[in-house]
């Protein structure tokens, strides 16, 4: 079956340092991939999507590359900000409308 | 109103109390989901809706019970929940379920505790 694996948190940082938190996947077809981010006291929000190999997902800074070799899509950001302090869920879906989701990664950006 | 939105946003029921969460998309979209977000599990799918017909029921227990009356509306009715079911409920549609990369969009939630 399909399962996202990504690195357990908390993850503390200051501002304006380098954020990687890792994903990976074990599907049995071609699956698209999603990072999710949620915010205190809120629902979850699309961050970032790819939807075939090699493919780069990117906004507000943040980026992940999904890797078929290594099966991976793990997420970046140069340079953190306080306001980046939320909850991260990695996710794929292998051709139909179940996500499959990590169990998500707390980061918590001080100033 | 834009998006997904649901209500309440915090919820308190005693263990012998049915009540009911309102999820509501205004995005024109064909398919809806409802999902329980426990802590520290990974986000479970509960229910799924396509063209108001239920498509998927994740092995639910009966004292949950969905209703989907059109394509922008979908309810969670609740009656004789245990403490266990204290979570996050969120609510979530998409435009065509099944397609490549589609996108889910997810409201904020209905904070559930049973006492």
């Known amino acids: 079956g399909n399962s996202v694996t990504q690195m357990e948190g908390p993850v503390t940082l200051s501002e304006e340092a380098f954020l990687t938190i890792n994903c990976t996947y074990t599907a049995t077809g071609y699956p698209s991939l999603f990072w999710y981010v949620q915010y205190p006291g809120e629902g979850l929000q699309l961050l970032l999507k790819a939807t075939k190999a090699d493919d780069k997902g990117s906004n507000k800074g943040f980026e992940a590359t999904y890797r078929k070799e290594t099966t991976s899509f793990h997420l970046e950001k140069g340079s953190v900000q306080v306001s980046d302090s939320a909850v991260y869920f990695c996710?794929?879906?292998?051709?139909?409308?179940?996500?499959?989701f990590g169990a998500g990664t707390t980061v918590t950006v001080r100033a | 109103e834009t998006g997904v939105t649901q209500t309440p946003r915090h919820l308190v029921m005693g263990m012998t109390n049915k009540k009911s969460l309102k999820c509501e998309q205004h995005?024109?979209?064909?398919?809806m989901y409802w999902y329980k977000q426990s802590a520290k599990k990974p986000l479970e799918l509960m229910f799924v809706y396509s063209l108001e017909e239920r498509v998927e029921n994740n092995s639910v227990p009966s004292r949950f019970s969905p209703e989907c009356p059109n394509s922008s509306h979908l309810f969670l009715h609740l009656h004789t929940l245990q403490p266990e079911d204290s979570a996050l409920y969120l609510c979530a549609s998409s435009q065509d379920p099944g397609e490549w990369g589609e996108t889910q969009y997810f409201g904020p939630g209905t904070r559930l505790l049973v006492l």
């Open positions: 996710a794929l879906s292998d051709n139909d409308y179940k996500l499959s």
């Open positions: 995005l024109g979209h064909n398919a």
